[in-house]
């Protein structure tokens, strides 16, 4: 992992301090005392750091405007995953895809994801799976893992959107290899028994799995063409222009890719805002007050929320994007140079990987005073400028799901704020940062139901 001694842990070293929230400078501090990695830019705020990193040359970089300039040029900066990742998500998803086939199942993918009529047809799902999953919980009267059980949830509406559902087993025990899949994303990439990579790669033969099972079973019984259709039809029936089918290995890659993508980070969020909520009584109280504002001003037929009551959260819309900045759930995107090309002024050479850092634009002072203060007042005003603000990325690897994210993180909290309460049992317990920011005990907590009309 390191040039000047490649059997060190630097690059566990590395990713312990760039994975909290720590400023670059105390990262480029200690790394460097530990392993000798060599950087550019120095203390100064030049905001690019030059590393080997997933054994390749690497340029960090670290600012708004360098991080925007990446994104937006598709044509130097091609996608540059570790080859590790590109494993287990699937070497045929959009992770490790050319511009054009990207281009392309992009757009046949994304559409029917966001946007107002699909975000219309799956908020009654939505809204009915978040009411029935807090009600069973508050009934349990017991303690549970918080974000276990958000993540069976949110695995539940993506599993429904993709694949028009699967049964309450099945799907527990999807979501379970997921876990494992997800544990083994961002560890060292060492294929033997007992680690976590190791884990990750059966975990993914099992997906792989029960997803061309799934898929069999579609193609003997012959996919809908119109009321019903989910995403797995769509990828059956795709053509491109030369009229070539998607084959099973494609179309797995990318439901592999999708489902994962589509629960993870939104069930991560819901945790986290709701942790926070509880935690500050005063933004609860403000954040409870606009709930009940928008309630009282549904009319009296009107079954369950609607994406206009949804739009009136502005508030709540605060407190969620102060999660994803202060959390930096995705905290990483990885790129690759296709030419020699001036960053900031330096240059990045050609072949070299780029890892986008996120978490430095979040965290960094001068664009978000006090960082570390979880404050959702900060996003009154006019929207951020642009690359300041990246927990979806930019550009065209923008996240697609950002708005049914949105949505789903909304209305749990919507309900959540109205009806009820959680206690964590160790609200202390130490947070582990990798693959993605989480307690240690999973936030094992109680939910009580605080209104008797949830
Ligand atoms: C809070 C929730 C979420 C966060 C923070 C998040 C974050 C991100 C980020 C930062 C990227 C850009 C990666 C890059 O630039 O290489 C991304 C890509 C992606 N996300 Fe999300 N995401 C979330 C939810 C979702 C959901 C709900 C879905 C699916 C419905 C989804 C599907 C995807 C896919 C397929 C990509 C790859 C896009 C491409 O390469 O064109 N994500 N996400």
Redesign the pocket.
């Known amino acids: 992992a390191c040039i000047q001694n490649p059997l060190s842990a630097c690059l566990d070293v590395a990713m312990y301090y760039m994975v909290r929230n720590c400023k670059t400078e105390d990262f480029v501090r200690n790394c460097c005392r530990f392993c000798g990695l060599i950087f550019i830019g120095g203390f100064r705020r030049a905001g690019l750091y030059r590393a080997f990193m997933f054994s390749s040359p690497t340029i960090l970089v670290t600012t708004p405007e360098a991080c925007k300039q990446v994104?937006m040029d598709d044509d130097t900066f091609v996608?540059g995953w570790p080859k590790a990742t590109v494993a287990l998500i699937g070497p045929k998803s959009?992770?490790n895809m050319g511009y054009d086939e990207?281009r392309r199942l992009?757009k046949l993918t994304a559409a029917p994801?966001n946007g107002f009529d699909a975000l219309t047809s799956y908020l009654g799902f939505i809204d009915e799976t978040v009411v029935t999953t807090l009600r069973g919980w508050a009934d349990r009267g017991s303690d549970f893992e918080f974000l276990t059980e958000l993540r069976r949830m949110t695995f539940r509406i993506?599993v429904q959107?993709f694949m028009g559902g699967a049964d309450e087993r099945t799907a527990a025990e999807l979501e379970r290899t997921y876990t494992e899949l997800n544990y083994g994303m961002r560890a060292m990439a060492i294929d033997l028994p007992g680690f976590a990579y190791h884990k990750a790669i059966r975990a993914r033969r099992r997906l792989v799995a029960a997803l061309q099972r799934v898929l069999d079973e579609r193609r003997a019984r012959g996919c809908r063409k119109t009321a019903g259709v989910d995403m797995m039809d769509r990828l059956i029936a795709a053509e491109d222009e030369g009229g070539r089918r998607l084959q099973d290995d494609e179309i797995i890659d990318v439901l592999v890719?999708?489902l994962n993508?589509?629960?993870e980070?939104?069930g991560h969020?819901t945790m986290w805002a709701t942790v926070f909520l509880q935690e500050n009584p005063e933004i609860l109280a403000r954040a409870k007050a606009e709930q009940e504002a928008i309630m009282r001003s549904i009319p009296p037929g009107q079954k369950g929320l609607t994406l206009r009551d949804f739009r009136k959260m502005e508030y709540l819309s605060q407190v969620v994007d102060e999660t994803?900045r202060f959390v930096n759930?995705?905290f990483v995107?990885?790129r690759q140079a296709t030419r020699d090309v001036s960053v900031n002024g330096y240059l990045i050479p050609k072949g070299w990987k780029v890892q986008l850092w996120?978490r430095s634009v979040h965290m960094d002072p001068q664009v978000y005073p006090h960082p570390n203060k979880f404050d959702p007042s900060r996003w009154e005003g006019p929207p951020p400028r642009a690359g300041t603000f990246?927990?979806?990325?930019l550009g065209?690897?923008?996240?697609?799901?950002?708005d049914?994210?949105k949505l789903e993180?909304s209305v749990f909290l919507h309900h959540f704020l109205l009806g009820y309460k959680l206690t964590r049992k160790n609200p202390n317990c130490r947070v582990r940062y990798l693959p993605h920011p989480r307690p240690v005990d999973n936030c094992l907590a109680k939910i009580t139901r605080v209104s008797s009309s949830h």
Do not use: D, E, K, W
Not at 390 to 393: D, H, S, T
Not at 396 to 402: A, K, V, Y
């Open positions: 994104l996608t959009f992770v990207h992009r994801i993506i959107i890719m999708y993508a589509g629960h980070s939104s969020i994803l759930i995705s995107s990885f996120y990246l927990p979806f990325g065209t690897r923008l996240c697609p799901g950002n049914l994210a993180i």
